[in-house]
């Protein structure tokens, strides 16, 4: 028997889950970011998860990882067309959780 192939609400949900994932997109929602802005801007994240999440993000095609060839080299995160799909969902619930 044939597996079937996830909805795409499925695909989605698969894709943000976890407590991390939606808060590093509404920071680089705001633009470019490299690492240490990330660590800064999410308390309490440890760099292992923040890899992880960025990892899993950018194997999604959510977020695009570019080096620049400089010495020290310099690593920025930011969100790819498909992930800025996403900014006026997070704009969304940003609002919906002014009001909780």
Partial sequence: ???KSP???DRAI???EGKWKLRILGVLMEGAQRNSELMKRLDSI???MLAQKLREL????IVKRT??????PRVEYELTKSG???KPLLMM???WGEGL
Avoid: T
Avoid at 58 to 61: L, M, Q, T
């Fill in 1 to 3: 028997m044939a597996k």
């Fill in 67 to 72: 080096v620049y060839p400089e010495v020290p």
């Fill in 7 to 9: 909805k795409p609400l």
């Fill in 46 to 48: 440890s760099q292992k």
């Fill in 58 to 61: 950018e194997r999604d095609g």
């Fill in 84 to 86: 800025q799909k996403i």
């Fill in 14 to 16: 698969d894709a943000l």
């Fill in 93 to 95: 619930l940003e609002q």
